[in-house]
């Protein structure tokens, strides 16, 4: 139903009855997303295959734009969230006011670590000079917005500086540190 209303609305677009182009296009995405990934953590001044390593590029972008203790807080909160929701669907039949507290407090857990990541996509995203506009972006479209970063012009700036600090006090911030600011590429 979906490739065949596909076909009617673009008919141009060759759509194979299996799907296959569909998975084609996914499969490029795919690809060139984990590249922008790649290119995202050697703009930080971290190994590219880095970016390639379940988990541990978690860390590392914890570690590069946070701190590193805040990933293990982190996966500290998803693991009993995953392990309390099953119990409170394994006891619902039997117990269903267990398996509620067990559900309440798998979702203030998936909450915690739900906030921890998006403190996390915006500091990525004031790393890199961008705002809360960008964060949300790149909340929204994760890979288009990782793009934009690995393939852009952007470069990467320490997490050292104050996250409330606007783009003009970051480069005094800068300069006062002994680098290239505003002020010498007037």
């Known amino acids: 139903m979906i490739i065949s209303t596909l076909q009617q609305q673009f008919p141009s677009f060759a759509i194979n009855g299996d799907g296959s182009t569909i998975s ?53 909160a998803i693991i009993p969230a995953v392990v309390l929701a ?19 407090i798998a979702a203030v857990s998936i909450m ?3 906030v921890i990541n998006l403190i996390l996509a915006y500091k990525l995203s004031r790393a890199f000079g ?9 909340l ?10 690995g393939f852009g012009r952007d470069r990467f700036q320490s997490s050292s500086f104050d996250d409330t600090a606007g783009p003009a006090d970051k480069a005094d911030h800068a300069d006062a540190a002994g680098a290239p600011g505003i002020a010498e590429s007037i």
């Open 24 to 76: 084609l296009l996914s499969l490029a995405i795919f690809i060139v997303a984990i590249i922008a990934r790649y290119m995202l953590f050697i703009k930080m001044g971290e190994k590219g295959w880095k970016s390639l390593v379940p988990f541990y590029n978690r860390y590392v972008l914890f570690e590069k734009c946070w701190k590193g203790s805040y990933f293990i807080i982190s996966l500290a």
């Open 112 to 114: 915690v670590a739900l």
């Open 130 to 138: 961008h705002g809360i506009l960008f964060t949300i972006g790149f």
């Open 140 to 149: 929204c479209m994760t890979n288009i917005f990782t793009m934009i970063l």
């Open 86 to 104: 099953a119990a409170a669907f394994a006891v619902f039949e039997t117990r269903p006011e267990i398996a509620i507290l067990l559900g309440c």
